[in-house]
């Protein structure tokens, strides 16, 4: 397969054994699927991109299927030989946990799974291509890490401290584990937000001036500046931000915020993660490749793994060069992230035992509208869609 990286293999197929002893998957299997509020089904016939249906409950919803959808029609038109590889079907979902809209047994495309729900197949979220709302901006992945890169500062520079800001009344039990486990240590810089005041809120990119990041599962706050008026500059921070903000909750499981993180030349200290995405099979815990610190979940031994590495910063330093060379540099780039969609075709199709027929006989007409029409349709037409009314003129 064209640009394949070394590692995008691991970590994505899940059962293979299984669906090969039980003939593969197959049309009934995607038609037993409900297509929930959150959820698209798509095939890719001759290297191009359909869209059989979709639901968004709000504009969230919308977008987040939109970024899923340009994401796997970047990687295919990246692919000169996508005209030859194997048609596939599926059905993939922007919801935080697969409970919320699938039984986990359906292989279904999902941003996180826990360990036990391994019907499912793990795809990158949509932040990747672009994450946006109608009142605040982040933009697309890449631009956000040459963003922060361009503001990071030498490692010499940098605050010997653990770096946190966020509600406590979020993922209480973790936020507050966090919060008495730093409380009063000199390498603690621990601190709960006020977002009526703006009190202790901190820049993304000024996380990046301390080497040492806390990272916490659940749910997240993330706050941005609102669109500018006229031609002003529009800013972007993750996570905290100078006031005045708007807020964005989002995850209620994984969190994103981790590769944002994971941008910045410091050592990320995580608790031991519920929830798997795509890439976190490259989390590294101890040894000479270690690129994070690793916790229990209510952080009893924090003090333990993090005054160590304050003692010896170049050993810290080790750390966070090992997690920008493995994420920053080349995992998580735009060129790894299209190479591990192709994987994911490729995989998927070894395991995909039917026929993929763009045309409907019943319906006389296709049976899916290309991705660049469904780009072009109205917000109001992308919220409950299926093909057979888009080729009628009908609403869904």
Request: glycine share 6%.
């Amino acid at each position: 397969m064209p640009g394949r990286l070394p590692g995008t293999l691991r970590g994505r197929r899940p059962r293979p054994a299984a669906l090969a002893c039980s003939g593969g998957l197959v049309t009934e299997n995607l038609d037993a699927i409900t297509i929930q509020p959150g959820m698209a089904r798509a095939f890719i016939s001759q290297g191009n991109l359909h869209v059989v249906a979709a639901r968004a409950k709000g504009e969230d919803h919308r977008r987040k299927i939109l970024g899923v959808l340009s994401s796997i029609h970047r990687a295919l038109v990246a692919d000169r030989d996508r005209a030859a590889q194997r048609d596939i079907e599926f059905v993939f979902s922007v919801e935080d946990k697969v409970e919320d809209v699938t039984n986990p047994e359906h292989p279904v495309w999902v941003f996180a799974r826990t360990p036990t729900e391994e019907g499912v197949w793990l795809i990158p979220d949509f932040s990747f291509w672009a994450w946006d709302n109608p009142n605040n901006y982040i933009g697309p992945y890449d631009q956000v890490v040459d963003r922060i890169q361009r503001l990071d500062i030498p490692w010499d520079e940098k605050k010997p401290q653990l770096v946190w800001r966020g509600k406590p009344s979020f993922a209480p039990k973790l936020r507050r584990a966090l919060m008495e486990a730093a409380r009063d240590k000199p390498w603690g810089d621990v601190k709960q937000v006020e977002w009526s005041t703006g009190t202790n809120v901190l820049k993304m990119e000024d996380h990046c001036h301390y080497m040492f990041i806390a990272h916490v599962e659940g749910v997240y706050h993330f706050s941005f500046l609102s669109r500018p008026f006229g031609g002003h500059q529009m800013s972007f921070a993750l996570s905290v931000m100078e006031w005045p903000t708007d807020e964005i909750s989002v995850g209620r499981s994984y969190s994103a915020s981790l590769k944002y993180r994971q941008a910045c030349n410091s050592v990320i200290v995580a608790h031991k993660l519920q929830y798997i995405q795509h890439h976190h099979y490259l989390l590294v815990a101890e040894g000479p490749n270690q690129n994070y610190v690793e916790v229990e979940r209510d952080f009893s031994d924090l003090a333990e793994k993090i005054e160590p590495l304050v003692h010896n910063t170049a050993a810290a330093e080790r750390i966070a060069q090992n997690s920008v060379k493995t994420f920053r540099e080349r995992y998580l780039t735009p060129a790894s992230e299209a190479c591990y969609w192709r994987a994911l075709f490729d995989g998927y199709s070894n395991v995909w035992n039917s026929t993929v027929n763009p045309w409907s006989v019943r319906h006389g007409k296709e049976r899916g509208l290309r991705y660049e029409s469904f780009l072009l349709l109205e917000s109001p037409e992308q919220f409950e869609f299926k093909a057979e009314y888009a080729f009628s003129g009908l609403a869904a």
